[in-house]
């Protein structure tokens, strides 16, 4: 760009001559200076090669602000002197001009201003820019989110069934906290759901029914523990039903005379209050009295007395009554574990004691080798009624009437063993007969 003067030189002067043969041209004849000028050429927005493009910067909140350049096209050169204060910042959410570089986080506009197209202007003098040729940038500063998590529940609780209440149900939900650096607020992004939860059903209530599934939304107020109350309400259905119990009677001690066992029902009705779980048992009868038989040779404990069940809460149960049978004594007959005795002489020789003369039951016999107890290899302790030993029987001899039978009353001992209870018996009367005799000959 610029304006010059221009004058025919001597070649220039030598080739007119030539045009034109008629005149002769000289330095002298040919005079005048005339001026060249060269203007500067309006770039095309179109053109990148003669553009100049803002580059894109990034930062963080909080952080120094970059140094902002621009990128020339191919034909035009970078002033190199360009600053930050070159430039405007336009805020592309309000469209509003920022002062100076800004610090907030948002996304700004930047283009050349004024002052940065004239050091544009002057080191590229050949070209006159339009404003299309100048392309702006963009310029983001990022938040500084920092991340957290927290725990939340919902409570389904259940009330209204007293102690068939079910147990309250605790959900859990995590939330995504993200913190912004810039402004302290905090997003709350739930990382899931609530599941829907089934209400259990229970007899004899009717219920408000399930709890649907629910997902939060993002948030930035912090969430909260949530309840939800499913109540249970009472519908009293009665449910009824029978049962049967029984009374038996049992009889016993009469051997393979007993009689069989007589069993008696009665029918109870059963209301079961579904919702209560109360449940009550009413009679629909009576227990008869039953007459006990009479068996021969036997005595009984009595007949058994009719019985009327009362109502009860509480679930009734079978019951036995036992009825014994005693066989009865007849003169003469031993009783069960009874032994007949010898006869008294009234000797007792057992610890010691004396004999009629005074003498003492454990004295040598003046004729003999052994103890007076001892007879034959006996020792006088097994000797029932003897004049010396250490255990004596005072109890008077029962009648053996029915020895013969092989079998003693109501003992079931066999023969055997009543002749040799007869055998000792006798035994016991010789020992004490020949214990006199020789007394006697003692003191003859």
């Known amino acids: 760009m610029g304006t010059y003067d221009v004058q025919l030189s001597a070649a220039g002067i030598a080739n007119l001559n030539k045009v034109d043969p008629n005149y002769q041209y000289t330095a002298d004849s040919v005079s005048g200076v005339g001026q060249y000028t060269i203007l500067p050429a309006t770039t095309d927005p179109s053109d990148k090669s003669t553009s100049f493009s803002v580059s894109d910067a990034t930062s963080y909140y909080g952080e120094n602000s970059p140094t902002f350049v621009v990128t020339p096209g191919s034909k035009v050169k970078d002033p190199g002197n360009l600053t930050n204060d070159d430039f405007t910042f336009i805020d592309k959410v309000t469209g509003q001009v920022v002062d100076g570089v800004p610090t907030n986080v948002g996304s700004y506009e930047v283009i050349l201003n004024e002052s940065g197209k004239a050091k544009v202007a002057a080191a590229n003098p050949n070209y006159n820019f339009s404003d299309g040729s100048f392309v702006s940038g963009t310029y983001t500063i990022h938040d500084v989110i920092t991340h957290s998590q927290v725990t939340v529940t919902r409570t389904v609780h259940y009330t209204g069934a007293g102690a068939r209440t079910p147990k309250d149900v605790v959900q859990t939900l995590i939330y995504d906290v993200a913190t912004s650096k810039a402004t302290g607020v905090s997003t709350y992004t739930p990382q899931g759901s609530y599941a829907a939860v089934n209400t259990p059903e229970i007899n004899g209530f009717k219920n408000s029914g399930n709890v649907s599934e629910v997902t ?37 001690g009469a051997g393979n005379k007993t009689p069989h066992d007589v069993v008696e029902t009665v029918v109870y009705k059963v209301a079961t209050n579904k919702t209560t779980g109360e449940v009550s048992y009413t009679p629909q009868g009576v227990y008869e009295a039953v007459h006990t038989p009479d068996l021969a040779g036997y005595s009984h404990s009595g007949d058994v007395a009719e019985l009327i069940p009362n109502a009860t809460m509480t ?45 003492n039951g454990h004295n040598a016999h003046p004729n003999s080798g052994h103890p007076l107890g001892e007879q034959n290899g006996t020792h006088g302790s097994n000797v029932i009624n003897g004049v010396a030993g250490t255990r004596t029987t005072t109890k008077k001899n029962v009648p053996l009437t029915h020895a013969t039978q092989g079998k003693l009353p109501q003992t079931d001992e066999n023969k055997d063993q009543t002749e040799e209870m007869i055998g000792v018996s006798l035994l016991g009367m010789m020992l004490a007969l020949f214990g006199i005799k020789r007394r006697k000959h003692d003191e003859n």
């Open 216 to 252: 939060p939304t993002t948030s930035t107020s912090e969430p909260t523990d949530l309840k939800v109350t499913v109540t249970y309400t009472p519908i009293n259905e009665i449910e009824y039903s029978e049962i049967t119990v029984t009374r038996t009677i049992h009889y016993q």
């Open 315 to 359: 679930q009734p149960e079978n019951s036995i009554v036992v009825v014994r049978y005693q066989a009865i004594k007849q003169p003469g007959e031993v009783g069960p574990g009874h032994k007949p005795e010898a006869p008294n002489t009234g000797n007792h020789g057992g610890n010691g004691g004396q004999d009629s003369n005074g003498s």
